[in-house]
């Protein structure tokens, strides 16, 4: 989406003021940061119309043109030696997942999904060897990577997009479980876990 001008809402501002009485204006309803950060609906955002769309193309670069089609590519071998730097010995301590991702990925080539949402866990398009891969991984930097409702259900659509293109997908897992608590509970972790689950199944 684009910021300050891309909009997106079921019910705008003033059907929302007449029928419950809030106020509230249509960026901070439905805008680009609205819906990066907060509601999950949209999956990156650019200063500019140009921006997004440049950002488009970069996805659909590491799409095939349909599910049923590959396009393979001679895999190189690389040494990665950073890895053993970026993950701390002491499990207590929190890393950026993105810079192990980015260390194993081709260079400049992972692409982030989502990035302002549920960011307990990261989502991604990569290239391993020139070939298109899906990445989705936990993100001890956030809520040591516990799993929430909301990372739960950005994992799992991912995963099924990526299945739906038959894109190989590759799991950078450190994660402690689902993250407790009453309201966690309450809206359906147990359903919303059960999603992910499937989704990998």
Partial sequence: ???????????????????????VDAESLGGAGIHNAVSGNAHFSGHT??????????????????GRTTEPKPAKEASRPLLNHLVPADTTKPYDVRKVIRELADPQSFFEIQPFFAKNI????????????????????????????DAADKAARFIRFCDAFDIPLL??????????GIQQEHNGIIRHGAKLLFAYA
């Fill in 171 to 180: 799991t950078v897992e450190d994660v402690p479980g689902f993250l407790p």
């Fill in 1 to 23: 989406m684009a910021e300050q001008t891309g909009r997106m809402f079921i019910t705008g501002p003033k059907v929302i003021e007449k029928v419950t009485g809030e106020q």
């Fill in 49 to 66: 119309e140009k921006e997004v769309l440049t950002g488009v193309r970069k996805l659909l670069s590491y799409l095939p043109l349909n």
């Fill in 122 to 149: 990261v989502i991604g398009f990569a290239r391993l060897g020139e070939k298109a891969i899906g990445i989705v991984a936990s993100q001890p930097k956030h809520l040591a990577g516990s799993l929430t409702i």
